[in-house]
Nanobody, 124 residues
Framework: QVQLVESGGGLVQAGGSLRLSCAAS????????MGWFRQAPGKEREFVAAISWSGRTTNYADAVKGRFTISRDNAKNTVDLQMNSLKSEDTAVYYCASHRKVHATVTDYDYDYWGQGTQVTVSS
């Protein structure tokens, strides 16, 4: 059974930074693309960023491009999301996700395992 545990959320002022981390267990972490998604109150969950199994390829939503950076450490089974220049519209619950297929591309949004989420609140 795959387990994903997020950490690092919190309250930050607009313009500030936060770093989210996701610890994975239960299958060969280095074989699967990983992603971050978010869901704001009253809105559907949306894609934020993805990283390939090797870490060589990334993909970002337009809303976060240039401000957020996704990275992974296959030796530690972790994937991080560095968030800079945060805006009030970044306020949401952020979820880590593991892709359904081995060696999937970062533009394939088929994820089958999800963490419990971590709250990020940006005050203006």
């Amino acid at each position: 059974q795959v387990q994903l545990v997020e950490s690092g959320g919190g309250l930050v002022q607009a313009g500030g930074s936060l770093r989210l981390s996701c610890a994975a267990s239960g299958r060969t972490f280095s074989s699967y693309a990983m992603g971050w998604f978010r869901q704001a109150p009253g809105k559907e969950r949306e894609f934020v960023a993805a990283i390939s199994w090797s870490g060589r390829t990334t993909n970002y939503a337009d809303a976060v491009k240039g401000r957020f950076t996704i990275s992974r450490d296959n030796a530690k089974n972790t994937v991080d999301l560095q968030m800079n220049s945060l805006k009030s519209e970044d306020t949401a619950v952020y979820y880590c996700a593991s892709h359904r297929k081995v060696h999937a591309t970062v533009t394939d949004y088929d994820y089958d395992y999800w963490g419990q989420g971590t709250q990020v609140t940006v005050s203006s």
